[in-house]
């Protein structure tokens, strides 16, 4: 394995939030791959345009049922490596994949899906809710994959999606700039690390490029490293405006995220993570950028991101 370089790769889940940075990335990096998407014959037809144009910049196309072990079977061959970016609810599904990939004569490396909150930061982390199926991807690549190697790609929060105060959790922060709105937690001097999408992309792609360093890791890699007040200080000078900030302590998001899972209502999820985030959840005395050979200067950097949401945001991005 310490020659082994990746040349024929598998993406699934590639069409996702997430998956079409990843996708969209790795076409553009001239990695000389060939790559090939798994998707599922709704996603096909749904989303035809974007597959006629990464067909056009030489992607291949397998459609085919993600829980399928004869499709996925299929799939892996000649395949060396696979990148997941299926969404929560398929991550209990990447048990059989990567069981499948174990029992399968070719693939050699597999990067489950994370692209998000370091799941074993501290000793809380065992117990926060949203971080179990992913707990138990780890647990089942600790102790049953033997000849594939995984690499898992820890994200933190994306910056793009972060910036928003979303609808009936605004108190756990973000920024609406249409109203000149701000909400902290606390006093908003607590550092976050983020990534913006497109610099997940760009990580992943890099990994491709790093195996040997990359086998056996969670790595944690960032764009940039911030305080909401500093998030808060670039809308004010990019728009010209003062915003209003409202403070809410730690405690009360704490109070907040109690009741939201004790109303199963889907806004828990966000509370948990937002809390982590402001907790210290994505600090690190060193990230591991440098491991994947990114430089600072090929990162989106904090400007770059308030221009993009003020500009329309992710949900504005092409691929
Ligand atoms: N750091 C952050 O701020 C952040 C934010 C959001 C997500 N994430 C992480 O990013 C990863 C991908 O999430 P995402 O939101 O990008 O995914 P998503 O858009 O919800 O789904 C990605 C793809 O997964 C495939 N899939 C198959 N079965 C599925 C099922 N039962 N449920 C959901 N998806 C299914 C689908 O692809 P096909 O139809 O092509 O098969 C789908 O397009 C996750 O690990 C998530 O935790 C992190």
């Known amino acids: 394995m310490t020659s082994f370089k990746p040349s024929n790769v598998l993406i699934l889940g590639g069409t996702g939030t997430i998956g079409k940075y990843i996708t969209a990335s790795i076409l553009r ?18 989303k035809t345009d974007l597959l006629n144009n990464w067909k056009s910049q030489g992607l291949s196309i397998i459609i085919g049922d993600i829980t399928s072990d004869a499709d996925i079977t299929a799939a892996y061959r000649g395949i060396d490596t696979v990148i997941s970016a299926v969404g929560r609810g398929a991550l209990q599904v990447q048990i059989n994949l990567l069981r499948l990939a174990e029992a399968s004569d070719s693939v050699q490396w597999f990067l489950p899906s994370e692209y998000g909150t370091d799941i074993e930061h501290n000793e809380k982390s065992p117990n926060e809710k949203p971080h179990q199926l992913k707990l138990k991807v ?97 809308y004010e000078k990019q728009t010209g405006s003062q915003f209003k ?50 430089k600072p200067k090929e990162l989106d950097t904090l400007a770059d991101g308030v221009r993009k949401a003020l500009a329309g945001g992710y949900k504005s991005d092409t691929f």
């Open 29 to 46: 990096a001239n990695l000389s791959l060939n790559v090939t998407l798994f998707t599922s014959p709704n996603t096909a037809a749904a």
């Open 138 to 234: 780890r647990k089942f690549v600790r102790e049953e994959i033997k000849r594939v190697k995984v690499t898992y790609v820890v994200t933190g929060p994306y910056f793009d999606m972060w910036v928003n105060a979303h609808p009936g959790v605004e108190r756990a922060g973000g920024f609406i700039p249409e109203k000149k709105e701000a909400y902290v937690i606390e006093d908003g001097e607590g550092k976050i690390g983020f990534c913006t999408m497109w610099d997940v992309g760009k990580f992943v792609a890099a990994t491709l490029r790093h195996p040997q360093e990359s086998f056996g890791k969670a790595l944690k890699v960032q764009s940039f490293v911030v305080t909401p007040n500093k998030v808060l200080a670039e």
């Open 245 to 294: 900030v409202t403070k809410t302590p730690l405690d009360e998001i704490r109070r907040l995220e109690a009741k939201a899972w004790e109303d199963g209502v889907p806004t828990a999820t966000a509370f948990t993570l937002r809390r982590i985030w402001a907790e210290g959840g994505t600090l690190y005395d060193k990230n591991d950028n440098d491991v994947v050979g990114v």
